[in-house]
């Protein structure tokens, strides 16, 4: 599998530096392996009329959500945040409208 160049946002870089070592960690896996597989870490989130999020849960504390361009095989993490504020933000089903 062809590598992904990550992305990260500011806002979520800046969050980002302030967690546990596990969480930087497992953003960085996202560039080897992006997509949603047999793990179930990973979930393609559907929203209709927008472009296809991802949510990746890292242990049962956080929640990073990111996009794939698969042309030009880059990964951009987007929000990074704690599981609790995930769920008020979009709902458990993780259906963005």
Sequence with gaps: MVAYSLIISKKALKYLEQLPEIVRSKCKTLSEDPFPGKHGDKELIHRSGHEDIYRLHVG??????????????????????????????????????
């Excluded at 929640?63 to 933000?89: C, D, G, M, P, Q």
């Design 60 to 97: 049962r504390s956080y929640t990073v959500f990111y996009k794939i361009s698969k042309n030009e095989k880059i990964v951009k993490i987007l929000e990074v945040t704690t599981i609790e504020r995930a769920h008020k933000l979009y709902g458990r089903s993780g259906g963005l409208s």
